[in-house]
């Protein structure tokens, strides 16, 4: 199985998006967190993993699948997200929407599949683990009837920590908040 992945990892050149917490003024680039949030799909809590949306509206999907259901009640308190747009070049990525890839890893309903944290996190740490793929590229959960809505999972482990060799351009589009008020 190896090796039938590795046949079918691309290379990848495009944009992806980012938002980071408004208030702590954090670096878009600092990474020493990403991973760690224990509720992550693709990753068990202390792999190293950094989550970028396709486009705009699933960063802003994924961002509300963290508010609690009861989220807007007297407790609430503003929320805002700095979103970035960046521009990555990745020389080996698994696009796990690929129905050739999903067959290789025993993935007979995309996104279904997926939408089971202890599965995801299973095909991902297999991925990591067995192939040379630095990415993964994954059905959105917020969009699963619509498999051109899509994250990059990135296995920072397997990237070098100079960011400029593959992070290629960013840019701040603006705030992106949520005031119950």
Same mark, same amino acid.
Request: hydrophobic share 45%; glycine share 6%.
């Given at each position: 199985?190896?090796?039938?992945?590795?046949?079918?990892?691309?290379?990848? =050149?495009?944009?992806?998006?980012?938002? =980071?917490? @408004?208030?702590?003024?954090?670096? =878009? %680039?600092?990474? !020493?967190?990403?991973?760690?949030?224990?509720?992550?799909?693709?990753?068990? $809590?202390?792999?190293?993993?950094?989550? %970028?949306?396709?486009?705009?509206?699933?960063?802003?999907? &994924?961002?509300?699948?963290? +508010?609690?259901?009861?989220?807007?009640?007297?407790? @609430?308190?503003?929320?805002?997200?700095?979103?970035?747009?960046? !521009? /990555?070049?990745?020389?080996?990525? /698994?696009?796990?929407?690929?129905?050739?890839? @999903?067959? /290789?890893?025993?993935? +007979?309903?995309?996104? &279904?599949?997926?939408?089971?944290?202890?599965?995801?996190? %299973?095909?991902?740490? !297999?991925?990591?683990?067995?192939?040379?793929?630095?990415?993964? %590229?994954?059905?959105?959960? @917020?969009?699963?009837?619509?498999?051109? !809505?899509?994250?990059?999972?990135?296995?920072?482990?397997?990237? $070098?920590?100079?960011?400029?060799?593959?992070?290629?351009?960013?840019?701040?589009?603006?705030?992106?908040?949520?005031?119950?008020?």
């Amino acid at each position: 199985m190896r090796e039938a992945l590795n046949g079918v990892l691309t290379s990848w =050149i495009g944009s992806a998006f980012r938002h =980071i917490n @408004a208030s702590r003024g954090d670096d =878009i %680039l600092d990474f !020493r967190f990403a991973g760690l949030y224990g509720k992550n799909r693709w990753n068990r $809590p202390g792999q190293s993993t950094l989550y %970028l949306a396709g486009d705009v509206g699933v960063a802003i999907a &994924e961002w509300g699948r963290q +508010f609690p259901a009861s989220y807007p009640d007297a407790a @609430a308190t503003p929320n805002t997200r700095l979103m970035f747009r960046l !521009r /990555l070049r990745l020389d080996r990525v /698994l696009d796990l929407r690929n129905e050739r890839v @999903a067959a /290789l890893l025993n993935v +007979f309903a995309v996104p &279904e599949f997926y939408q089971d944290v202890e599965q995801a996190r %299973l095909v991902a740490t !297999r991925v990591r683990t067995t192939t040379s793929a630095q990415a993964m %590229l994954v059905p959105s959960i @917020a969009f699963p009837d619509d498999l051109t !809505r899509w994250n990059l999972v990135v296995f920072l482990d397997k990237m $070098p920590t100079d960011t400029s060799s593959w992070i290629t351009r960013v840019e701040r589009l603006g705030p992106l908040a949520w005031n119950p008020d």
